[in-house]
């Protein structure tokens, strides 16, 4: 009888103890769920870019899905879409041009810059362009449309500037109001001469708003000027801390920067990037991690051939947070 108390007490002992190291066991946090229980599965959507190393970075057509493998925070990630030249989606690009002080002199050339810039990159009855102008105010001219006969009124009716310049503000607007859900790719192309003066957001906030809503920005500095370089600045080169913060802005997002220093590099930066939103790449993976936990995550995409990897160069954003956003 006394073998048989023993047993049970120990029985007893072991099991309780086996629920205190389960209690102890860090479970993993379960995807987020909606009001009404579903589970919500996210996926990021990554514009990729890849150019030729020696070959002056002349993209690279043909690669197809299984050249490329993503990952997030080191950890290789499940890639569930993918599209190329031939397939991908239509581009929505958002014009924001600078009326600050400093550009009045040059309001002229912007606005035809940017009507240049809409002719060059939109595909007709595929993209579609909208029209935005910041100064001390950020104002839409025209929505997302695909006649440009709007688009070119949209700038030629411009012919104020204003007091301050709001560059962050402007992008987190259109990227928040007129991006979010836009059904393509989504790009930003500011042309602007000067530093941010007036923004209620900072840089960080304009590349978590970017990256958020899968925006790439490119960026058109005039600062050197348009008739020759302006003493002191050369086209090509960053100077300052404002373009050192410009050309963040882009590289976060899988953009670029061009700083211009005369006509011919202006048309030669627009073909460049009306060139490349034609043949990028586009890669969707679903996070291993589905947390919205709003912490930064690393993102890298490599090639699956390293052979590929000695020869080719791969752009796309770096990094993102996840949020309990919503996104289409």
């Not at 029985?11 to 995807?31: C, D, E, H, K």
């Not at 493998?69 to 041009?97: H, I, R």
């Not at 708003?209 to 050197?224: G, H, M, P």
């Not at 589905?290 to 690393?298: A, I, S, V």
Request: proline fraction near 3%; aromatic fraction near 10%.
């Amino acid at each position: 009888m006394k073998d048989l108390v023993r047993s049970i007490i120990l029985s007893g002992f072991i099991l309780s103890l086996g629920f205190a190291v389960a209690a102890q066991t860090v479970q993993p946090t379960p995807p987020a769920a909606d009001d009404d229980g579903a589970v919500k599965v996210f996926e990021v959507r990554l514009p990729v870019t890849v150019t030729d190393k020696k070959k002056k970075d002349a993209l690279v057509p043909g690669l197809k899905r299984g050249d490329f493998a993503v990952y997030e925070d080191g950890v290789k990630q499940e890639v569930t879409f993918f599209t190329d030249a031939g397939s991908n989606p239509p581009v929505y690009v958002g014009v924001l041009m600078d009326t600050s002080p400093s550009t009045a002199g040059k309001m002229k050339f912007s606005k035809e810059a940017a009507k240049n810039f809409i002719y060059t990159v939109t595909t007709l009855r595929k993209d579609k362009a909208a029209f935005m102008t910041f100064d001390h105010k950020v104002v839409l001219h025209q929505d997302f449309t695909d006649k440009l006969d709007l688009l070119d009124k949209a700038v030629d009716d411009v012919d104020k500037v204003g007091s301050k310049t709001s560059l962050y503000d402007a992008i987190w607007q259109f990227s928040d109001e007129k991006l979010r859900n836009a059904p393509g790719r989504r790009v930003i192309v500011v042309i602007t001469d000067g530093d941010d003066t007036f923004s209620k957001a900072d840089l960080d906030d304009a590349i978590d708003i970017a990256q958020r809503t899968e925006t790439t920005i490119f960026a058109i500095s005039t600062k050197a000027g348009f008739l020759g370089t302006v003493p002191g600045v050369d086209a090509g080169t960053v100077k300052d801390k404002g373009d050192k913060l410009l050309s963040r802005l882009c590289e976060e997002t899988g953009g670029e920067v061009f700083f211009t220093g005369d006509m011919y590099e202006l048309e030669k930066a627009f073909t460049k990037i009306s060139n490349e939103l034609k043949g990028q790449y586009i890669i969707t993976y679903r996070p291993a991690n589905q947390n919205y936990d709003g912490k930064d995550r690393k993102v890298e995409v490599r090639f699956a051939d390293s052979e590929k990897e000695k020869r080719y160069r791969i752009r796309t954003k770096t990094s993102y947070r996840q949020v309990d956003d919503s996104l289409k």
